[in-house]
């Protein structure tokens, strides 16, 4: 039958007032997983139950540095209230979904938040300083009750969405056997715990969703205990992972503390101890300036990407970088050393209005590329071409955003010296990128305190006639360019900078954290030439944008 959506009249009305006979071929109504879970008088009639988000307070831990772009994160995707933001952490208050909450791109892990306290006072008694941290952290039992029962609301809504979206967007509802094929998988994973303690737990980002990963979330809701019932404290298998830092890390280690934690929670609460398979995780950090209790709401990170195959930069911070690049429906981006393409992949992600170009020297490095757009399902946004950052295959002034990680030498090798090869780079970058157009660099502490430093002499240039050039700089270039003659390359150097910074205005640096090398973010504006030459610039200072 032809649905009244489609159909080009409408049907006539049956004789009577009573509705019109079903058809044959279906004598029953849909049932949805969302409807089967009330009795027949109470089934909702819409395939897509109106579902109520739950208000709680979060925080999710984030890389130094990346904690102001997660606060603006939150406050512009959920959107969260109360943002307050510490080093590595940014609190929040918002009413949204699991599956918005899960949305964050520059944020590490993401957890409830059962309380935030200030230090602790340490006593001097070491064996009573043990029970006394375990007291003052664990606190009244009703704030745990009540966190645990939005951590289990919180998956509830989830999977009820997932399954009404399904059913709404093809109108058809898995079969029994499908259903029953499903619920057996993830228990057929749990018999083998063993498989994700022993290396093997990269094998979630490849073959499956981050929704589907074992170690992604927690077991079904359906398995949770009811909080309220008795008997319910006992079944519930937990573990503590402590943290400290600063004066409590003298006299306390982790393990203790988090032990100390353990038993009188267990106590207390009446829950089980489980740490190889717990079906909750308590997250403790104590440290001179806070002491915060979590609990994760996934297992894995929300760093760890669903759509990336082969991780190259980490992609909180590519996200990041995406972020300043302002990108706009329709800009052409372009990455000229694009490695693995995890910054096109971030970028695309969230702006896929815009068309990303990735340029690597390096086939190898294409080919990994291309294996991750693909399994991103983004060979429509993004465009990979191998070719050389100093010789771009790209029109004058045809790019409106260039974002570009330059090597580190860390992960992967360099064959040339990019520190002399810095300015001849940064040329090229900018003979591809139009007037107004934004350039987003990341550099290691070494390339960003000698970009820093070549910016700092254009006005004693001006003012003296002299090129501002250290001697070991111009020493470097001569060895790597094969020059002779010094003094012309020194000449050739002192010209390719003032040409690069004559029409570039630093925005702000930004210093991250990349793990175990820090790192900064350089964000700078492309000015026209005739702006350029009328107006005096002191790019030594840089500014960053206004907080929110």
């Not at 540095?65 to 209230?81: S, T």
């Not at 503390?257 to 929670?265: E, K, N």
């Not at 190889?276 to 001179?288: A, G, Q, S, T």
């Amino acid at each position: 039958p032809v649905t009244p959506a489609t159909a080009p009249s409408p049907r006539p009305a049956p004789p009577g007032n009573g509705p019109a006979p079903r058809p044959p071929r279906h004598p029953a109504p849909l049932v949805t997983p969302a409807t089967a879970m009330h009795g027949p008088e109470d089934r909702p009639r819409s395939p897509l139950p109106p579902a109520a988000a739950v208000a709680a307070r979060y925080f999710c831990t984030a890389s130094r540095g990346l904690e102001r772009f997660l606060a603006r994160e939150v406050r512009a995707k959920l959107p969260a209230r109360q943002v307050e933001q510490i080093s590595g952490k940014v609190f929040f208050t918002a009413d949204a979904d699991l599956k918005r909450i899960k949305s964050l791109k520059c944020a590490e892990r993401l957890f409830l938040l059962v309380e935030k306290l200030p230090p602790f006072q340490l006593p001097r008694h070491r064996g009573k300083g043990v029970h006394a941290v375990s007291k003052y952290v664990i606190g009244e039992p009703q704030k745990w009750l009540d966190v645990v029962s939005k951590w289990k609301s919180l998956w509830n809504l989830d999977k009820v969405q997932e399954c009404s979206l399904e059913v709404a967007e093809t109108g058809i509802k898995q079969s029994t056997q499908q259903e029953s094929s499903q619920s057996k998988r993830p228990k057929l994973e749990v018999d083998k715990p063993h498989a994700a303690q022993t290396g093997h737990s990269h094998l979630l980002h490849e073959g499956c969703s981050q929704n589907d990963a074992l170690m992604e979330e927690p077991p079904s809701p359906a398995e949770l205990p009811n909080l309220r019932s008795e008997g319910a404290a006992s079944s519930m298998p937990f573990r503590v992972s402590c943290r400290c830092s600063g004066k409590i890390a003298k006299q306390f280690t982790s393990q203790e503390l988090g032990r100390a934690i353990g038993i009188a929670l267990s106590r207390q609460m009446g829950w089980k101890a489980e740490l190889r398979n717990p079906m909750l995780e308590v997250y403790v950090h104590l440290n001179d300036v806070h002491c915060v209790v979590g609990i994760p709401i996934l297992r894995l990170p929300l760093a760890s990407r669903d759509y990336i195959k082969s991780a190259g930069l980490r992609s909180t911070v590519a996200w990041a970088m995406a972020y300043l690049g302002d990108i706009q429906a329709g800009s052409i981006v372009l990455d000229p050393m694009c490695g693995l393409g995890t910054i096109l992949l971030e970028a695309a992600k969230d702006w896929p209005s815009a068309y990303y170009h990735g340029i690597d020297n390096t086939a190898l490095q294409l080919q990994m590329a291309s294996v991750n757009v693909c399994f991103a399902k983004l060979e429509s946004n993004i465009d990979l071409t191998r070719a050389s950052v100093t010789e771009l295959p790209l029109l004058a002034e045809s790019i409106d955003v260039v974002i570009c990680d330059i090597p580190f030498g860390n992960k992967f090798k360099i064959t040339q010296d990019t520190k002399a090869m810095m300015p001849y780079i940064l040329k090229e970058m900018l003979r591809v990128l139009r007037a107004e157009g934004t350039l987003v660099l990341l550099l290691s502490q070494e390339l960003s305190v000698d970009l820093q430093q070549w910016q700092r002499p254009r006005g004693q240039q001006r003012e003296e006639g002299q090129p501002a050039v250290q001697e070991e700089q111009s020493s470097a270039l001569l060895e790597t360019a094969g020059v002779k003659d010094s003094a012309a390359a020194e000449n050739e150097l002192s010209q390719v900078k003032a040409e690069a910074w004559a029409s570039l205005i630093p925005e702000g640096i930004f210093p991250v954290s990349l793990g175990v090398t820090e790192a900064s973010i350089h964000k700078y504006k492309k000015i026209p030439h005739n702006v350029s030459e009328n107006v005096d610039i002191d790019l030594g200072q840089h500014s960053e944008p206004p907080s929110d």
